[in-house]
């Protein structure tokens, strides 16, 4: 384990910090009786664990694919399972974002929640920590509990704050996501019994049995393919996606979603490449069809977070597809698609939260004419609407551009159909855009953002123009763990 | 001083029988508490005894005596947890506490008999007791009738069955000595003889367990015994059962595929039969049997493994299993009017009424669902890896497979207590005995998952 | 055919025909006095594989205690005049036959795939040996027995009590 593993070097242990310090911030608000207290304490959490996760960018090496800032303790001595950490250039961004989103979600729901702050800002916090121990963990069993620990905070969020059919969405997301994942514990114990441990590290790359690859890889794609969700999987989704709080779409859009696409990355590829690059034909399609169809759909949406929800399929859709490419471009695309999904996207919902708050509908036809009435309002929205179709200078655009010349330079059919997609989007986002500022004639009175909300919304807009114009020190600081997988997999081709 | 657990129980039973014939009948259930928590105390103190009584029909080593404590554990929280709950007859209150030592008696002899005879009486010990209490319900006018009948016949049928079989051991082997049948059992395994006697054997602690074929018993008793008499038949003989079948298959470690064919199919039809029943469920109790006998299902995957490490598994899953079956229960307990049985629709709004008791209900059901990282996750891991490593693919396929299926209805326990709002919502307020007790729950349930290593220390050097 | 066969022969007839008239008598009490003549056969059959504590327990107990309550419970029940239809049922009678074929063939296999090598077949066990095991050997089980008595014994009282308090 540890010839994959660069040891931490600083004082303290950084990774276990970042996905403890929420986690103790969460059983620290079980204490404290005053409403304003507990949203303080929350933001703060965040904010201190978000200062906390930029020292990582600052001492990150982007010369190294090894895993870094490593902590290796045993755990479970019977079965070799231990408390492994670590991260590398996939997953050093995705960490980022997520620390970066939780206080987001804080101050997105400081007004919106009424009922049972303190617990929904512990539901917060959990998440937080589970979520960064996914992207964290290099062992299968510590990987998996954070997998599914996060279930539970996510269904308390939609089945107790959420829209009027909570109850359905709920239920809907839980058992969908849980029964991928029995699968994948399947798999773990599959690869574990042959390897010896659970280190994931050390079952990369291996060559196993063509059979052996064949079911893993299975098991292992229904469970990411739900979470990301593709094409026949998705159904999950819209409804989770619309009725969840805009602090739980925000958590599912942007990082829920990557775990998907991250596990794409971290365990198919690696631990199967066999496996993958004789399914990589099927994924390429069902990757098209949600391209397509997701963006066709949203075309027909009535429903503002429904239409959101739809276009992140097809968004999802080019990051599965530039990681089944086996390219660098792909990959690289694939995972800067990850990060601009969750920033554009968490906007995006962040944009109907305030909305919704203030009108308490999300129907498109509610909410139509605003331009007139919140010109600041519509400038962000316009912004991020932009920038979710790709338009150039944004961060969406390098994104798909990376995808779309690796899928170029292995599939030029697929290249196209991709194309097809990219416009269609243009097409639903700009409608949305369209209807949404002038639609008709309102003379409502509706106040327009408030200084919060747009402190929230800011970090999003500096994050959009930063990729979108100078993507340099992101793609440097992947590309070394990405040449790694590309020339592992080579191996294999 | 090896037998000093027993010895204590059989005091505690030997108390109440007095308290039970004297006029004053004032304080039985503090005076109970206070005594069964010094029950756990002794069984705790005793843990390290070792040695061989009566010719060697009693063995007293590390593996009983962790299930003693087990056992003891139970027993003070079941006792603990009827509380000052009226559902039992106040008259002969402390006759059900004599009875429940007595049964708790049974089964501490039970799992430190190493003789056929022995076990067969000390595990009618218990189950006299049981028959006795079951009909012990108030406000009730028939189920608990007809609940104690079928647990009558349904336990001596199984009774019948298992002599049958130990006729058969004592048959081929010459000897009721489980030391004496180790030795001479092995040469006929490979004979239909050998499978048969086994299997007939294990019949009676598998009709403890409620494994498929000898569930019937298990939803009409859950749902017609009083809360109390459900959570001590739900939970306490378990243990003891899962300690003789270990006890019982180490034997055969060297059978033929035909036996772990035998036992495989029990358990894959008893994990599937239970979660789909499991699913049409409102009665919270019936819910709760069936998801006992689709548990039975999962703890067959450690036996049928044969080997040291399964059984492991099975220690550590029964014990975890003890802690969130009785936090289930106990939200029955708490949330029963009357001693009237609880419906799903009875749960609605427990999250406002009660943010504790909905949080107990939750931890306990996603546990019981096996999602990490409660205790019920790592059992259900140790015992899949355990099935997996003798290479029983299918076995662990099926049950992942129930995994999902019983999602369904635990997740319907906690989406009734937080996601459907009631009209009427009357706080509960929660004693702080009940607390105490909630909070322990939930540390052991999350304890349990998170931290496995510092059980399977201990459990580790048990087994055999 | 020599005398010992004759009465192997003669105790099985006893309990074949006896198990018969068991099932298929039409008067309860008739299937009773079957139901003692196959216990007196498979007494029999016991004193034959030389065991004869055995057969005087298996006389003592079901024909002198099991027998005789259930007359008490015939006879409490009170009298049956009506003949019990049920065996007149030819789709009954053939699923009982199938099944008993079942079991019959099954434990036939189950013997013809049985050897007992190896052991010392000449197992006998005196009455002097079973005193002297409960005292010796199995004092744990025969202390247990008192136990059990006690339980049930109690537990029949406080029911008793129990339903005379119901009413």
């Known amino acids: 384990m540890e010839q994959y593993l660069v040891m931490n070097k600083l004082s303290f242990p950084i990774l276990s910090a970042t996905i403890f310090i929420p986690l103790a911030g969460a059983c620290l608000l079980f204490f404290i009786k005053h409403e304003r207290a507990v949203k303080v304490i929350a933001l703060i959490t965040g904010i201190i664990n978000f200062l906390i996760s930029l020292l990582l960018y600052a001492h990150f090496n982007p010369d190294t694919y090894l895993f870094q800032f490593g902590e290796y303790k045993p755990w479970i001595p019977g079965h070799s399972i231990y408390y492994a950490l670590g991260i590398d250039g996939i997953t050093l961004f995705l960490i980022l974002l997520t620390t970066l989103l939780a206080p987001l979600c804080v101050l997105c729901s400081w007004t919106a929640i009424a009922q049972r702050v303190k617990e929904f800002m512990f539901c917060i916090l959990l998440m937080e920590s589970a979520m960064i121990g996914v992207f964290c963990s290099l062992d299968f069993i510590l990987f998996y509990i954070f997998w599914e620990a996060m279930l539970i905070p996510m269904y308390l969020l939609i089945a107790i704050w959420g829209g009027p059919q909570k109850d359905y969405a709920s239920i809907k997301f839980f058992i969908y996501t849980l029964s991928g994942s029995v699968f994948l514990l399947v798999a773990i114990i599959a690869v574990y019994l042959t390897t010896g441990s659970f280190s994931i590290p050390n079952a990369m790359y291996r060559g196993y049995g063509f059979t052996f690859e064949y079911w893993v890889f299975l098991a292992f794609a229904i469970a990411f393919a739900i979470k990301v969700p593709m094409f026949p999987f998705h159904t999950w989704l819209p409804a989770a996606h619309t009725e969840a709080p805009t602090a739980g779409s925000v958590f599912l859009a942007s990082v829920l979603l990557k775990m998907g696409s991250y596990g794409f990355l971290r365990f198919c590829l690696p631990i199967t490449p066999k496996a993958s690059l004789f399914f990589a034909p099927y994924i390429i399609v069902l990757s098209l069809i949600a391209i397509i169809y997701g963006g066709f759909v949203c075309l027909r949406q009535t429903d503002m977070k429904r239409l959101i929800a739809f276009s992140s399929v097809a968004h999802m859709g080019f990051v599965t597809l530039g990681i089944f490419t086996f390219t660098l471009f792909g990959f690289q695309g694939a995972l800067l698609q990850m990060l601009n999904h969750g920033i554009t996207t968490g906007a995006l919902f962040l944009c109907v939260g305030i909305i919704y708050e203030r009108t308490h509908s999300r129907e498109i036809f509610d909410n139509s004419g605003l331009g007139k009435i919140m010109p600041v309002y519509m400038g962000f929205f316009g912004f991020f609407s932009l920038s979710a179709f790709a338009f150039p200078g944004t961060n969406n655009f390098v994104g798909e551009l990376y995808v779309l010349i690796g899928t170029f330079s292995s599939n030029k059919i697929a290249g196209f159909f991709a194309i097809v997609g990219a416009l269609v989007a243009a097409a639903y986002m700009l409608l949305l855009l369209k209807r949404i500022a002038w639609g008709r004639d309102d003379t409502r009175s509706i106040k327009d953002m408030n200084v919060r909300e747009i402190i929230y919304l800011l970090p999003l807009v500096v994050f959009v123009l930063w990729v979108g114009l100078f993507p340099k020190p992101f793609v440097h600081t992947i590309t070394k763990t990405l040449e790694h997988l590309v020339t592992e997999m080579q191996r294999f081709m | 001083m090896l037998l000093l657990p027993e010895l204590y129980m059989m005091l505690l039973a030997i108390i109440f029988l007095f308290i039970s014939i004297g006029k004053r009948k004032g304080n039985v259930v503090a005076c109970g508490q206070l005594l069964s928590i010094l029950g756990v105390v002794i069984s705790l103190s005793s843990i390290f005894f070792k040695g061989e009584l009566f010719y060697g029909a009693y063995r007293v080593d590390l593996f009983s005596q962790v299930f003693k404590v087990l056992l003891a554990a139970g027993y003070c929280l079941v006792i603990l947890m009827l509380g000052s709950k009226d559902e039992i007859e106040h008259e002969y209150i402390a006759e059900f506490y004599m009875f429940l030592s007595f049964s708790t008696l049974g089964l501490m002899m039970l799992v430190s008999s190493v003789e056929l005879i022995s076990i067969v009486l000390s595990l009618e010990i218990s189950s006299y007791s049981l028959y006795v209490i079951l009909p012990l319900r108030r406000a009730q006018v028939q189920v608990q009738h007809e609940a104690s009948i079928k647990y009558l016949f349904f336990g001596a049928i199984s009774s019948g069955i298992m002599l049958y079989g130990m006729g058969y051991l004592y048959g081929i082997c010459h000897s009721t000595f489980l030391t004496d049948i180790i030795r001479v059992l092995p040469k006929f395994l490979n004979q239909p003889i050998g499978i048969l006697a086994l299997v007939l054997t294990l019949t009676g602690f598998l009709f403890k367990l409620s494994l498929f074929p000898f569930h019937f018993w298990s939803p009409d008793v859950y749902e017609g015994a009083s809360h109390s008499t459900t959570t001590f038949i739900a939970t306490i003989p378990k243990i003891a059962a899962a300690a003789l079948l270990i006890r019982i298959t180490s034997m055969a470690y060297l059978a033929p595929p035909v036996l772990v064919q035998i036992l495989m199919v029990l358990a894959a039809l008893s994990m599937t039969f239970g979660n789909l029943v499991g699913l049409v469920q409102r009665d919270i109790k019936r819910l709760l049997a069936y998801s006992g006998i689709a548990h039975a299902g999962y703890i067959m995957m450690g036996i049928l493994a044969l080997s040291r490490e399964g059984n492991l598994s099975v220690v550590y899953y029964i014990t975890i299993y003890l802690f969130m079956n009785l936090a289930c229960l106990y939200t029955v307990i708490l949330l029963s009017k009357d001693g009237e049985n609880v419906t799903l629709d009875g749960l609605i709004g427990l999250s406002k009424r009660s943010p504790l008791l909905a949080f107990t209900l939750a931890t306990s059901a996603f546990s019981l669902a096996g999602i990490p990282p409660t205790g019920g996750f790592t059992g259900k891991l140790y015992l899949f890896i355990s099935a997996f490593r003798e290479g029983y693919l299918t076995i662990v396929i099926i049950g992942a497979v129930n995994t999902v299926i019983s999602i369904f209805y635990y997740l319907n326990l906690v989406r009734m207590s937080y996601s459907k709002e009631g009209n009427s919502v009357t706080p509960l307020k929660l004693s702080g005995m009940a607390k105490i007790i909630c909070l322990i729950f939930i540390f052991f349930i999350l304890a349990m998952g998170v931290t496995p290593s510092s059980f399977m220390g201990l459990f580790k050097h048990m087994v055999f | ?167």
């Open chain 3, 1 to 167: 055919m020599t005398l010992g066969e004759l009465i192997f022969i003669f105790l099985l007839f006893v309990t074949f025909c006896g198990a018969l008239t068991t099932v298929i008598a039409r008067s309860l009490i008739y299937a009773l006095v079957g139901l003692v003549a196959t216990m007196f056969g498979i007494a029999g059959l016991y004193i034959y594989l030389n065991a004869p504590f055995i057969a005087m327990m298996q006389i003592l107990i079901y024909v002198g205690a099991v027998a005789i309550l259930i007359v008490f419970a015939i006879m409490l029940a009170g009298p049956f005049y009506k003949k019990p239809t049920e065996w007149s049922k030819v789709t009954k009678f053939l699923v009982s036959l199938i099944i008993a074929l079942f079991t019959y063939l099954l434990f036939m296999r189950i013997i013809l795939h049985s050897f007992l090598g190896g052991q010392d077949t000449a197992f006998m066990i005196t009455t002097k040996d079973i005193g002297r095991s409960l005292f010796d050997k199995l004092t744990f089980p025969f202390e247990l027995v008192s136990l059990l008595i006690v339980v049930s014994i109690i537990g029949a009282l406080m029911l008793a009590i129990f339903s005379k308090d119901r009413k």
